[in-house]
């Protein structure tokens, strides 16, 4: 019996590793691996294979920026299979892969 069996499922204890093929070490079957993407210059680590609008906002920006006026903007890079670059929509998903680059930007169309 493994006594370092993590009892809480998709909380690793800090030592995972990937296999160097952007795969993880879950090896295809859905487990929750992490994938390292750049958000505004910065490294960041998420969680699985697909991000969401929402979850790049909050990555690049601490207080999004609010108002009737903000328009914020997720352009993204260097993307998997067809999807290699493109503008991510309020309300849209992608699909990632390692390094993966997503440039934000909130601009007010005042």
Do not use: W
């Not at 993590?6 to 992490?34: A, C, F, R, T, V």
């Not at 992608?94 to 005042?110: E, N």
């Amino acid at each position: 019996m493994n006594s370092n069996k993590n009892d809480n499922p998709g909380q690793g204890n800090g030592n995972e590793q990937g296999n160097g093929n952007g795969h993880g070490d879950d090896h295809g079957q859905g487990g929750h691996s992490k994938t390292t993407i750049i958000v505004n210059t910065r490294e960041k680590e998420v969680e699985g294979k697909v991000v969401t609008y929402d979850q790049i906002v909050a990555l690049a920006f601490e207080n999004p920026p609010t108002g009737a006026n903000i328009e914020i903007t997720v352009a993204y890079r260097d993307g998997p299979g067809p999807d290699k670059e493109g503008t991510l929509q309020l309300g849209g998903s992608t699909r990632i892969k390692k390094d993966m680059i997503f440039d934000v930007t909130a601009t007010d169309k005042s």
